[in-house]
């Protein structure tokens, strides 16, 4: 699905990626672990296409296209979604037109069929319903008075609703009490298919008890230096990140 | 206002605080001016849009005084938007108890010039006025409101507020904001705010991560910020056709 080969990458002219290394199969969760300032999020937006960030050497090859030569919204169409650590609030635009205006923007992308009203209504309903988020907060203003964790379930119904190749899921279990992080675990399993790959960026073990990856990465300054199976991440838990580096 | 004397036969200078922002090539081949006078009867609740779209590189200013009567209403929304230059000033005057509500948009791109101007004079006690101005400016265009508020010795109770706000969304695009108060009752309440910004890029960003081809994105938050110009129409079929018609100026 995703081939990154020897990533270099950085901001402002500082180098965040140091040679990252990582191929995810269809069908298969990874988890990206790390402390902070090792590149987590870096990875999450060169990857997403934000600006500013640059990439001065290494490829990253997406169900065979050059996805670093795509810009963001391309990257969407062809299936890649990021799921921010801090959703954003747009005033003034609702959820619903937000949601449906990405999904038929994706769809004409593809030269796919766009979505009728009611065939939008039904998605973001089901979603919304699934992910516990009263469908009611879906026509106010995307994220704006939302809770910390109304905004992770707010990022889990668009997913939901966008269903994407590739998810990677940037610090999607912070800020999360256990009950939200069940159902946004739950919102991540069910889409759990062949068809898709999950990257889960993030800090704690905690997430990893409820969505089981395959594979667990050690990041550190840039790089994966470790790599394992899910009893890594309780590993990490009781070591600390510093072990690692060593 | 001086350019309120009907027929000046003058074109005004830049020299003159209300003209220091325009366009005087184009105001001369606009002039000269007839202003245009109406009257809100007591009590009536009066509401209008104006729309400015004169064809391209053309000038047009358009020079209203009304007069609210005890307890009138008048709710009226602008779109400034056509022309090389364009202005629309407005010199109201509120007698006892009548409330002025403005929602004044202003889309300017290229190197057009559009100009809201108003004065709005509280000659009477309890009188109140709300003005909100949205505008976006790109490309080297410049957007100006000038709002002046006169409050008279017989405006006691006064309530006015406005609130301007603009997008600039190139480097070479202009904002100019001028609230200018002139009071001379001493109960009174007079509000006014104003910030020039940018659209916000993560916003963006956000937008383009969900598939929104950036020029989508771009006009659906520069909607977003300009409808709150729109939210004093009362009427959801006149307001859905005002924010329809904005959403095309953006495309």
Same mark, same amino acid.
């Given at each position: 699905?995703?081939?990154?080969?020897?990533?270099?990458?950085?901001?402002?002219?500082?180098?965040?990626?140091?040679?990252?290394?990582?191929?995810?199969?269809?069908?298969?969760? =990874?988890?990206?672990?790390?402390?902070?300032?090792?590149?987590?999020?870096?990875?999450?937006?060169?990857?997403?296409?934000?600006?500013?960030?640059?990439?001065?050497?290494?490829?990253?090859?997406?169900?065979?296209?050059?996805?670093?030569?795509?810009?963001?919204?391309?990257?969407?169409?062809?299936?890649?979604?990021?799921?921010?650590?801090?959703?954003?609030?747009?005033?003034?635009?609702?959820?619903?037109?937000?949601? /449906?205006?990405?999904?038929?923007?994706?769809?004409?992308?593809?030269?796919?069929?766009?979505?009728?009203?009611?065939?939008?209504?039904?998605?973001?309903?089901?979603?919304?319903?699934?992910?516990?988020?009263?469908?009611?907060?879906?026509?106010?203003? !995307?994220?704006?008075?939302?809770?910390?964790?109304?905004?992770?379930?707010?990022?889990?119904?668009?997913?939901?609703?966008?269903?994407?190749?590739?998810?990677?899921?940037?610090?999607?279990?912070?800020?999360?009490?256990?009950?939200?992080?069940?159902?946004?675990?739950?919102?991540?399993?069910?889409?759990?298919?062949?068809?898709?790959?999950?990257?889960?960026?993030?800090?704690?073990?905690?997430?990893? *008890?409820?969505?089981?990856?395959?594979?667990?990465?050690?990041?550190?300054?840039?790089?994966?230096?470790?790599?394992?199976?899910?009893?890594?991440?309780?590993?990490?838990?009781?070591?600390?990140? !510093?072990?690692?580096? @060593? | 206002?001086?350019?309120?004397?009907?027929?000046?036969?003058?074109?005004?200078?830049?020299?003159?605080?209300?003209?220091?922002?325009?366009?005087?090539?184009?105001?001369?081949?606009?002039?000269?001016?007839?202003?245009?006078?109406?009257?809100?009867?007591?009590?009536? *609740?009066?509401?209008?849009?104006?729309?400015?779209?004169?064809?391209?590189?053309?000038?047009?200013? /358009? =020079?209203?005084?009304?007069?609210?009567?005890?307890? @009138? /209403?008048?709710?009226?929304?602008?779109?400034?938007?056509?022309?090389?230059?364009?202005?629309?000033?407005?010199?109201?005057?509120?007698?006892?108890?009548?409330?002025?509500?403005?929602?004044?948009?202003?889309?300017?791109?290229?190197?057009?010039?559009?100009?809201?101007?108003?004065?709005?004079?509280?000659?009477?006690?309890?009188?109140?006025?709300?003005?909100?101005?949205?505008?976006?400016?790109?490309?080297? @265009?410049?957007?100006?409101?000038?709002?002046?508020?006169? !409050?008279?010795?017989?405006?006691?109770?006064?309530?006015?507020?406005?609130?301007?706000?603009?997008?600039?969304?190139?480097?070479?695009?202009?904002?100019?904001?001028?609230?200018?108060?002139?009071?001379?009752?001493?109960?009174?309440?007079?509000?006014?705010?104003?910030?020039?910004?940018?659209?916000?890029?993560?916003?963006?960003?956000?937008?383009?991560?969900?598939?929104?081809?950036?020029?989508?994105?771009?006009?659906?938050?520069?909607?977003?910020?300009?409808? *709150?110009?729109?939210?004093?129409?009362?009427?959801?079929?006149?307001?859905?056709?005002?924010?329809? /018609?904005?959403?095309?100026?953006?495309?």
């Amino acid at each position: 699905m995703i081939i990154i080969d020897n990533l270099h990458a950085g901001i402002d002219g500082k180098t965040i990626l140091n040679g990252l290394s990582l191929t995810i199969n269809g069908g298969e969760i =990874h988890a990206i672990m790390g402390p902070n300032g090792a590149g987590k999020s870096t990875l999450s937006y060169v990857l997403a296409g934000r600006a500013g960030y640059e990439v001065t050497s290494g490829s990253v090859t997406f169900m065979g296209q050059d996805l670093l030569a795509m810009a963001p919204h391309e990257r969407a169409a062809a299936g890649v979604f990021l799921g921010l650590q801090y959703p954003v609030e747009i005033p003034g635009v609702s959820n619903l037109m937000f949601l /449906r205006t990405a999904l038929n923007a994706q769809r004409h992308a593809r030269g796919e069929k766009e979505a009728s009203g009611a065939e939008f209504m039904k998605l973001a309903k089901a979603a919304a319903e699934a992910l516990g988020l009263p469908y009611e907060m879906l026509k106010r203003s !995307v994220n704006q008075g939302f809770s910390g964790g109304e905004k992770k379930r707010n990022e889990m119904v668009q997913m939901a609703v966008l269903e994407p190749k590739l998810a990677l899921l940037d610090e999607t279990d912070s800020g999360l009490d256990i009950d939200a992080l069940r159902v946004v675990s739950d919102g991540i399993n069910r889409m759990r298919s062949p068809e898709r790959a999950t990257l889960l960026i993030t800090h704690y073990q905690r997430l990893l *008890d409820y969505v089981v990856p395959d594979y667990v990465h050690v990041l550190v300054d840039g790089r994966i230096v470790r790599t394992g199976g899910p009893e890594l991440a309780h590993e990490l838990e009781r070591d600390g990140y !510093v072990s690692m580096a @060593a | 206002m001086t350019a309120l004397a009907p027929l000046m036969s003058a074109v005004p200078s830049r020299r003159e605080e209300d003209w220091r922002y325009s366009d005087i090539a184009a105001v001369e081949r606009a002039w000269p001016v007839v202003p245009e006078t109406a009257t809100i009867a007591a009590g009536a *609740d009066a509401t209008q849009l104006i729309v400015q779209d004169a064809a391209p590189g053309s000038a047009s200013i /358009r =020079h209203l005084a009304i007069t609210l009567a005890a307890g @009138a /209403r008048l709710t009226l929304h602008i779109i400034n938007s056509g022309g090389a230059y364009g202005r629309i000033a407005l010199d109201v005057t509120l007698q006892e108890g009548a409330h002025f509500e403005l929602g004044g948009i202003i889309i300017a791109g290229g190197e057009q010039v559009l100009e809201i101007v108003t004065t709005v004079r509280h000659a009477g006690p309890g009188a109140s006025s709300n003005q909100i101005v949205r505008c976006v400016a790109g490309g080297t @265009a410049t957007a100006t409101y000038l709002g002046k508020v006169a !409050v008279t010795r017989a405006g006691q109770q006064t309530d006015a507020a406005q609130s301007f706000k603009a997008l600039l969304l190139d480097r070479g695009a202009t904002a100019n904001a001028k609230p200018e108060l002139e009071i001379f009752a001493d109960d009174v309440k007079c509000a006014h705010g104003a910030t020039v910004g940018e659209l916000d890029k993560m916003a963006l960003f956000y937008m383009e991560s969900r598939g929104l081809p950036p020029a989508t994105a771009r006009a659906l938050l520069m909607r977003a910020f300009l409808s *709150d110009a729109l939210v004093s129409m009362a009427d959801d079929g006149e307001r859905e056709a005002a924010e329809a /018609r904005v959403t095309a100026l953006l495309a």
